[in-house]
């Protein structure tokens, strides 16, 4: 499914597009804890978390995550816009809760990384 | 071509300029995407430590066209039991650590599967010298 597709069903805000709306994701993987983020091995995916600082990008940066989906309205800072930029990383936000917006994308399609 | 960047501890909104800086320059030598990650994973863990647990540090790296060889070497701390610390889980990071999303006790088990070979060494009260090595080609 591809990023507008994924802002459709949750009615997310994008906070920056950085060319990736119609990118094709297929697994989704959702965490607060980086050091789980950085264990994964896995392409195409987006990275739902309910954690907002500058590591949050550096990690998917690190991991080549190509967009991210902050949950519960969290603050996005300008520095962590900058640096989402600089790797072309799409940010994108939502109201919902974590689960809500984790069930949502499941029943939608996406897939389990594992 | 040997290349380095001085980590400051405690910085959290730096943390990761220098693995970022290598991840740009991996890339620019057409290095295989996946072994760019493998390297830049391990390495920013090793970085996020220096910030998390250590006074300040340097990142030392040396490419050659097979491999690459980095050395982060820290004043800080000191590991007391580097085999305890290698155990997944084990941390003793603090809070505000955790609330950047760190301090699980998964980053030295990420740095070990991540490179070819991992040598820690580590002086308590003195600091901690990490060296990973990682081959383009296996
Ligand atoms: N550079 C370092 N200086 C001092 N202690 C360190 C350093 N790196 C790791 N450690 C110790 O090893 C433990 C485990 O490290 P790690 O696996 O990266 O987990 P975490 O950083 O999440 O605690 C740390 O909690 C800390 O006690
Ligand atoms: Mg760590």
């Known amino acids: ?114 | 071509m040997e290349f380095s960047y001085d980590i400051a501890g405690g910085d959290f909104s730096r943390a990761g300029a220098a693995s970022s800086e290598v991840k740009k320059i991996l890339k620019q030598l057409n290095v295989e995407l996946a072994v760019i990650k493998r390297v830049v994973v391990a390495l920013y863990e090793a970085e996020v430590n220096v910030v998390a647990h250590a006074a300040d540090g340097v990142m030392q790296v040396t490419l050659d066209s097979a491999s690459i060889e980095v050395v982060i070497r820290d004043r800080g701390p000191g590991i007391p039991d580097i085999a305890l610390a290698m155990q997944e889980g084990y941390s003793t990071a603090s809070p505000r650590v955790r609330e950047m999303g760190f301090g699980a006790g998964m980053g030295l088990p990420n740095i070990k599967r991540n490179c070819d070979s991992l040598d820690i060494e580590s002086t308590v009260g003195v600091g901690t010298t990490v060296r990973m090595v990682t081959f383009f080609n296996r």
Request: with cysteine; proline share 3%.
């Open chain 1, 1 to 114: 499914m591809t990023l507008r597709e994924i802002i459709k069903h949750l009615d997310a805000e994008v906070l920056l597009d950085n060319n990736q709306l119609d990118r094709d994701i297929k697994y989704a993987f959702a965490a607060d804890l980086m050091s789980d983020v950085l264990s994964i091995d896995a392409s195409e995916i987006i990275l739902i978390t309910g954690l907002a600082n500058p590591q949050v990008i550096r990690t998917a940066e690190m991991s080549d995550i190509s967009s991210i989906l902050f949950v519960r309205g969290k603050r996005v800072t300008p520095e962590m816009t900058r640096l989402a930029e600089e790797s072309g990383i799409a940010l994108l936000r939502c109201r919902h809760s974590m689960f809500k917006s984790c069930g949502e994308l499941y029943v939608a399609g996406l897939r389990p990384v594992f």
